[in-house]
């Protein structure tokens, strides 16, 4: 028990003397906190620029409720639950696994870190974003996991910060069905897979902007907002009742399993789910929405 205490404290007064760093110190060029700033300021100067909804607002419905979504998800969930649960959690599993005399070594497919780095992060990569694209499937399908995913479809107007509006439980079901499958090719450390992260991000931002554009033939491979605007709509045609265009960054998943539907421009399609209209709209009673009911 000791251990994992010390494991909670150590976690604590290491991301926080991270995060403290990241903000007043920034003298690297994977810094989250800056960068996240500087990718969501260029998004939304394409949103006034190029906007889609030409009658949304640029400070759109929720615009700042958003705002602190991003922050608080991206920074702070970290600090107050993310990190120490994640480093508690893997220990606690191997040590579980080292008393039937196993270890996530012996299941190590490869290491990714024996090949050359732009091999290893493209792998690192897919695998990722396959694992996140059957995650979000399955928030779509449990109804206990869905009850969590309704405060991300709550956005009733798009905009480049809805990519960060969800539920603290989230990160904890998308991290805990990744850590095996990155467990057994082996993990880079944070500054190698900056790149991917912050790839991940724009096309996040960029899925959920007031921008009208599919990328061309890219449109099959990337994730684009014409397409996932459409994961966003309230009326779910009947023959896909549990959603569809699930990718996060990557649109082929959705191509190859049949899980794709744009079935025309969406542009003034209502957003939401059924029975929103009585969904929470403040920060504090969406986050205690998904235990508060029963889920259906």
Known sequence: MEKYLNIIKNSYSGYWNYLKNEVLFP????NYFYGLIAISLIVWILEIIFPWRKNQSI????FWLDIFYMFFNFFLLNLIVLIALSNTAAEILNDILKTIGLSLTKFQLFNVNNLPKWAGLII???ISDFVQWNTHRLLHRVPFLWNFHKVHHSVKEMGFAAHLRYHWMEPVVYK????IPIAIIGNYNAKDVAFVYFFAIVIGHLNHANLGWDYGILK??????????WHHVKELPKHVRYGMNYGLTLSIWDYLFKTNYIPHDGKDIELGFEGDDVFPKDFFRQEIYPISKKPK
Do not use: E
């Open 27 to 30: 003298n690297h060029w994977d």
């Open 59 to 62: 400070f759109r419905k929720d």
């Open 124 to 126: 690192f990569f897919l």
């Open 176 to 179: 805990s069905l990744l850590y």
């Open 220 to 229: 099959f491979i990337l994730n684009n907002p014409k397409m996932h605007i």
